[in-house]
Structure formats: structure tokens, C-alpha cells
């Protein structure tokens, strides 16, 4: 086993040990909203938007971006579990700045296994054992912060299964001080009909 194996089988038997009362805790959240957010390991939004277990859907992918398939869980998180409110959260410094669709691509065509990254741009560290997959797939990369959050809440608010009464908000998280400050326009674009 690795390392990391054993530490989160051993995290884990922590957590059972105090688990407690959270056993009961309701399927639906108790606060009724869900935040969509970057999968980048230094974004906790259970700190940085105050949550317990149990209070909030929390939804993350590469860049924070309304995909499918994370449009697919907002809208099943309201339909069938009750929330009203979504944020779309981005943040700075966020890795997906730092590539286009056509950079990993080619990564991706000429090796699968890790890239590294330098004062000349991605490269692969090996060669050989690629696909051209990747230029099939949109990565949903950033160009421009603000415009990709406001993009996205415009996104899912256009969305044909998305209910007119989700109010829909967006926001940046700095990485170097916590703080989300809202876009510009994200909370107009997102607002909710009554």
C-alpha cells in the first residue's frame, strides 16, 4: 500500500470514531444552496463559505466550470433535493489560465502520462503512448476570469432545465486572502424569477 493509502484508511477511522449524530443528517441540505467550484486543493469551501455536514451540495471540476455534467447535478440538486440558491465560484491563479484546448491536446497526443510546466510553457517529460482523443473534448479552459464566471452563471441560467426561481450568483476567490468578491453583472445575469 502507499502512503497515501494508509493515511486516508487512517483518516478515515478517525472520522468514523467521531461520526456520531451525523448519521441522521437528511439527504436534502439543510441550507438549501450549492456551490460550484475548482477541484485546486487549496480552495476549501466548507471553510471559505462557512459549512458544516450536511448544510450545502458542493459541486467540483477542473476550473469550476458549468459543464454538463455539473449542470447535471445543479439541476438535480434543485429538482429532487430542494435548493434554491447556486454559486459559481472560479479563483485566481487557477491552473486552468495556464493551457488552451489545443496546448493539452497535444500534450495528450503525443503522451498520457504527467506534463510539467516551466518559463517556456507545458511540455511532456516522456514521449510515446498517445492518443488524439483529447482534441475532441472541449476542456473548458479561462482565458479571462470574470468573463468565465459570468459566462457560466449566463449558462446555467439559459439552460432549459434550469428553473427561472434559482437565483444563480458568481464569485472569484482570491488564493492569496480567501476573500470571493462577486463578478461584476453575475448576480443581474443569475437573478431569479419569482
Known amino acids: 500500500m502507499s502512503n497515501v493509502l494508509n493515511e ?5 477511522q478517525n472520522y ?3 461520526f456520531g449524530e451525523k448519521g441522521k443528517l437528511p439527504m436534502p441540505p439543510g441550507r ?3 456551490i460550484l467550484t475548482c477541484m485546486d486543493a487549496r480552495l476549501d469551501p466548507a471553510k471559505y463559505a462557512g459549512l458544516s455536514e450536511g448544510d450545502a451540495h458542493v459541486i467540483r471540476n477542473a476550473g469550476g466550470r ?4 455539473a449542470i447535471r447535478s445543479l439541476v438535480i440538486s434543485h429538482k429532487l433535493l430542494g435548493t434554491n ?3 459559481v465560484i472560479h479563483h485566481t491563479d487557477c491552473g486552468m489560465e495556464t493551457f488552451t484546448n489545443e496546448i493539452i491536446a497535444d500534450l495528450l497526443k503525443e503522451n498520457l502520462e504527467s ?3 516551466d518559463e517556456n510553457g507545458w511540455r511532456n517529460v516522456k514521449t510515446g503512448g498517445g492518443s488524439a482523443e483529447g482534441k475532441y473534448i472541449n476542456w473548458l479552459t479561462i482565458n479571462n476570469l470574470e468573463n468565465s464566471v459570468l459566462n457560466d452563471v449566463k449558462r446555467i441560467r439559459k ?4 428553473s427561472k426561481t434559482v437565483a444563480i450568483y458568481g464569485y472569484i476567490f482570491d488564493v492569496k486572502s480567501g476573500k470571493i468578491t462577486e463578478v461584476p453583472g453575475a448576480k443581474l445575469a443569475g437573478q431569479a424569477i419569482a
Open 85 to 87: 440558491e447556486w454559486f
Open 32 to 34: 438549501r444552496f450549492a
Open 159 to 162: 439552460h432549459p432545465l434550469v
Open 16 to 18: 468514523v470514531a467521531g
Open 115 to 117: 506534463a510539467t510546466i
Open 66 to 69: 458549468a459543464s454538463d455534467d
Open 8 to 12: 486516508v484508511i487512517a483518516a478515515n
